[in-house]
C-alpha cells in the first residue's frame, strides 16, 4: 500500500511568486492535515481536511495560504504571494478515522526555500 | 496552554548505550503523547504512541516510553543504542483543547558515535 506522497520534494522560489504544493494522502482516508516547520521551530498544525470539508484551520498563518481538497482526495497548498517567511518543510499527513487515538502518516514533506 | 518541551536540541551516545530522550508536557487533563522519528531525507514515522491503556508503551526498533503522569513526561528510551537509530525525533500531544491536531515538541537530534 502506497503512503502519503508530496509533490515537489524541493521547491526554491522568489519573493512573491506563486507555489502549489501537493499531497496524496493513503488511499481510502478521509482525514488530511497540513503541517509546516519552519527553519528551527517546531512543526506546527495548518489544517485539517475531513474529506473535502475543512475542519479546523486554525493554523493556517494569514489570507496568503489556501488550501483546496477537491473530492475528497488529494489536496493542495497554494502559497501566494510568497514571502520569505514561508520558507520551511510543509508536511501533509493523513489518518482513515478522525479519532485522537488515530495514527496520523506522514509523508516526506515538501522543502520550500523562498529567495 | 498545552505544549510539549523536549530537553536537549541534540543528543550524542555511543553505539551501545543507553538512549534517554526526554519529553514533558504541560496540561491539567493527561493528553494522548506520541513519539515520531525523522530518518533522512524521510517522512515522520511513528515511533509509538500512549493512549491511556499502559503506561509502558513499546515501539518499533526497540523504542519504548513510560507515561508517568505525576511527572508530566514521557520519555523515550532505548537500552543499546545502533548507528542506524541517528535521526531527529519528535513528541508530540494530541487531545484536549487542541483536539484532533498533534502538537510537537521542538525535536531532539539524536547522534551515535562508533
Known amino acids: ?115 | 496552554a498545552q505544549s510539549v518541551t523536549q530537553l536537549g536540541s541534540h543528543v550524542s551516545v555511543s553505539e551501545g548505550a543507553l538512549v534517554l530522550l526526554r519529553c514533558n508536557y504541560s496540561s491539567s487533563v493527561p493528553p494522548y503523547l506520541f513519539w515520531y522519528v525523522q530518518y533522512p531525507n524521510q517522512g515522520l514515522q511513528l515511533l509509538l504512541k500512549y493512549t491511556s491503556a499502559a503506561t509502558l508503551v513499546k515501539g518499533i526498533n526497540g523504542f519504548e516510553a513510560e507515561f508517568k503522569k505525576s511527572e508530566t513526561s514521557f520519555h523515550l528510551t532505548k537500552p543499546s543504542a545502533h548507528m542506524s537509530d541517528a535521526a531527529e525525533y519528535f513528541c508530540a500531544v494530541r487531545g484536549g483543547e487542541y483536539g484532533n491536531k498533534l502538537v510537537f515538541g521542538a525535536g531532539t537530534i539524536l547522534r551515535v558515535k562508533s
Open chain 1, 1 to 115: 500500500e502506497a503512503g502519503v506522497t508530496q509533490f515537489p520534494s524541493h521547491s526554491v522560489i522568489e519573493k512573491g511568486q506563486t507555489v502549489t504544493l501537493r499531497c496524496d494522502p493513503i488511499s481510502g482516508h478521509d482525514n488530511l492535515y497540513w503541517y509546516r516547520r519552519v527553519m528551527g521551530k517546531e512543526i506546527k498544525f495548518l489544517l485539517h481536511f475531513v474529506k473535502e470539508s475543512k475542519q479546523d484551520e486554525s493554523g493556517m498563518p494569514n489570507n496568503r495560504f489556501l488550501a483546496e481538497r477537491t473530492g475528497g482526495t488529494y489536496s493542495t497548498l497554494k502559497v501566494q504571494p510568497a514571502e520569505l517567511e514561508d520558507s520551511g518543510v510543509y508536511f501533509c499527513a493523513s489518518s482513515q478515522y478522525r479519532g485522537i487515538r488515530e495514527t496520523q502518516y506522514f509523508g516526506p514533506g515538501t522543502r520550500l526555500l523562498v529567495l
